[in-house]
Nanobody, 115 residues
């Protein structure tokens, strides 16, 4: 069945880096725009970055210049390289395809930025 499994989160100090991975199964990511989202405590889930089939990329203003989304269609995996992390980046990070309806959400991976 369709499944998304996020990994790579953790506790990092401000200014640090993390690389998140999202492994997809049950469908081929090469036919979808893929995206990373995040949800901080008490806030709605927000779109962080997206990458189209052809490689066009968009970022939320809050992460531009710091985060990089990429995809490996052969491995059915989407990545999010996060640099210069800030405390306000603390959230649970999820990936999903851009489709209606979206795939079932995975459990996400927790990113905590704190000194």
């Amino acid at each position: 069945q369709v499944q998304l499994v996020e990994s790579g989160g953790g506790l990092v100090q401000p200014g640090g880096s993390l690389r998140l991975s999202c492994a997809a199964s049950g469908f081929y990511i090469n036919i979808y725009t893929m995206a990373w989202y995040r949800q901080a405590p008490g806030k709605q889930r927000e779109l962080v970055a997206s990458i189209t089939i052809s490689g066009n990329i968009n970022y939320a203003d809050s992460v531009k210049g710091r985060f990089t989304i990429s995809r490996d269609n052969a491995k059915k995996t989407v990545y999010l390289q996060m640099n210069s992390l800030k405390p306000e980046d603390t959230a649970v990070y999820y990936c999903n395809r851009i489709s209606y309806p979206p795939a079932a959400w995975g459990q996400g991976t927790q990113v905590t930025v704190s000194s």
